[in-house]
């Protein structure tokens, strides 16, 4: 079982849509990364997490760590909104922890 | 700045070239990371150099070969490579001992013929 498992894998949503992408995680984390990438692009990251809630334009991103969820939301969707969003964590091993541990990725298509 | 450059963007090398992926950042990450991420799935740690030493090297073969000449430059160093190498590279950078501002880079989409 993956440690971080993206629900949906595909989602297609209409033009002014409200999105909304799941991530769950069973390890323990210092923090949570959601990310972004057009096809054939590289990666942008939207928002990192280890607490609560954070804002930027139409994105909302929510995380509650007692039940180890976050969840990316996308208000009034718009085609250019149409990607790859890929959950990712950094865990604790023992003082620093390089590694991020990726989810499969959510494939957004906002039709016109 | 607040980016990671890496450069070339795009690459198309024989399986006999000796080539190098560059990569760079100037928001004083003392970690950088190298990724490889084929079409449709995650990518997958290769590198990880702290302090500009090699920290964690996840079984990459030897014909991928990492340096990181000062705290802001990262190179791999690629020879002999083989058609299933082809993939996107992808540079990040972050702060050693704080989860926070792990940035990546645009990636190097790599092509072997």
């Known amino acids: 079982k993956n440690e971080v498992e993206q629900s949906p894998q595909n989602l297609t949503a209409q033009e002014g849509e409200f999105i909304t992408i799941n991530c769950s995680y069973s390890?323990?984390?210092?923090?949570l990364h959601w990310l972004q990438q057009h096809p054939g692009g590289g990666i942008v990251s939207l928002f990192m997490l280890s607490s609560g809630k954070k804002k930027h334009g139409r994105l909302i991103a929510t995380i509650n760590i007692q039940e180890k969820h976050s969840s990316l939301h996308i208000t009034a969707s718009h085609p250019r909104d149409s990607a790859v969003y890929i959950c990712?964590?950094?865990?604790?091993?023992?003082?620093?922890?390089?590694?991020?541990?990726f989810g499969k990725g959510t494939l957004l298509t906002v039709n016109p | 700045d607040t980016e990671v450059t890496q450069t070339p963007k795009h690459l198309v090398m024989g399986m006999t070239n000796k080539k190098s992926l560059k990569c760079e950042q100037h928001?004083?990450?003392?970690?950088m990371y190298w990724y490889k991420q084929k079409a449709k799935k995650p990518p997958e740690l290769m590198f990880v150099y702290s302090y500009e030493k090699l920290s964690i090297n996840e079984s990459v073969p030897s014909r991928f070969s990492p340096e990181c000449p000062n705290s802001s430059l990262l190179n791999l160093h690629l020879h002999a490579l083989q058609p299933e190498d082809s993939a996107l590279y992808l540079c990040a950078s972050s702060p050693v001992w704080d989860a926070r501002g792990y940035t990546f880079g645009s990636g190097t989409r790599l092509t072997v013929v």
């Open positions: 990712a964590v950094k865990g604790w091993s023992g003082g620093s922890n390089y590694k991020l541990t």
């Open positions: 390890v323990g984390i210092s923090a």
């Open positions: 928001m004083g990450h003392r970690a």
